[in-house]
């Protein structure tokens, strides 16, 4: 039942993502997604938003989620998310997304909800909460997006898997009822997808896990010296030109997000001549990862202080979301054939 539908003429391609408020932001959320909201949203049309409902998947307590909702606005804000510019808002504000997702749980199969990575990694993180929200988080990730007819997604190596099963969805659903969804592709500016490491080296920098390995943008200084510093190295390279090991490769990447270029090459050079003083290479790192996290703590800690702007930047954000929102669901709804008279 192939049907061409009429899609709404937008000027410019459409861009979506979203943090979940779940904990203090860190390094991998600015470069793996913060980072390109900000470079975006000169040149698209932009919807961000604060992952509230998805939140729900994980943390059931929802004790401090205000906030962290809160918390999340302003660490995006003071990271250079502009608000007049991009449409920033919480998921919750826009109850279209629950719609969405409800249309969309019927594209998504039980047998390829319960083989995503995420998916099986939180079951083994919470077997006493294995919900259908965690089974179907994709589903509602999707809705999210789709909501606004977005093309682009900028987002971490993580959420790669979750784009896939996006287009997956939008794809069914417009063979199902004519050609109503773009599908949504992850978007890094053709690089390949960040995945920032934590400073242990055993995995990726997170708001829950390993919290002495990840840098957070609330860190205070002596607190990030601290842990840039218990990172682990060895005596050094024997062999010019060696291969670096997995724990000292992480730290050359994390100086390439932070320290100048002159910096990262020396200290490259040095590895390649097996001159390398990993104490003063941590030194140096430290105090890069200070002069970036700094400025941004103190801009949180003003935002934050202020309640009524909160407010304001809220309620701007849904207004345009819900805008969005509303068209995109006469299309769907119109499409799916949920129209009597
Ligand atoms: P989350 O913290 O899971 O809500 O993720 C918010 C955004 O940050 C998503 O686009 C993730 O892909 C990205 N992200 C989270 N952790 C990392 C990391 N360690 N490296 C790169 N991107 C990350």
Known sequence: MEKKRETLPTSRQVVMSGIRPTGFLH??????????????????????????LHSLTTHPDTKELKQNVHRVIAENIACGLDVDKAAFYCQSHVPETAELYLYLNMMAYKGELEKTT???????????????????????????????????VPVGKDQEQHLEMARTFANRFNHRYGDVLPEPIAFNYNQPL?????????????????????????????VIRKKVMKTKTDAGPVKQNSTKPDYIENIFELMHLVSR?????????????????????????????????????????????DGNYLKEVMEKGAAK?????????????????????
Not at 278 to 301: C, H, S, W
């Open 27 to 52: 390094l991998g959320n600015y470069f793996g997604a913060i980072r390109n909201y900000v470079k975006m949203q000169d040149d698209f049309d932009c919807y961000f938003m604060v992952a509230d």
């Open 118 to 152: 995420t998916f099986k990694d939180k079951v083994r993180l919470q077997p006493q909460n294995v919900n259908a929200g965690l089974l179907t988080y994709p589903v509602l990730q999707a809705a999210d997006i789709i909501l606004h007819r977005a093309k682009y």
């Open 194 to 222: 960040l995945k920032v490491p934590s400073l242990d080296g055993t995995g990726k920098m997170s708001k829950s896990e390993n919290q002495n390995a990840t840098l957070y943008l609330a860190d205070e200084d002596e």
């Open 261 to 305: 270029e002159d910096v990262f090459k020396k200290f490259e050079e040095d590895y390649n001549s097996c001159t390398i003083r990993y104490g003063d290479m941590k030194k140096q790192l430290a105090e890069d990862m200070v002069t970036f996290i700094a400025p941004i703590r103190a801009k949180v800690n003003t935002i934050l202080n």
């Open 321 to 341: 979301a819900n805008a969005s929102a509303n068209a995109t669901m006469k299309l769907v709804r119109e499409a799916i054939g949920l129209k009597y008279y």
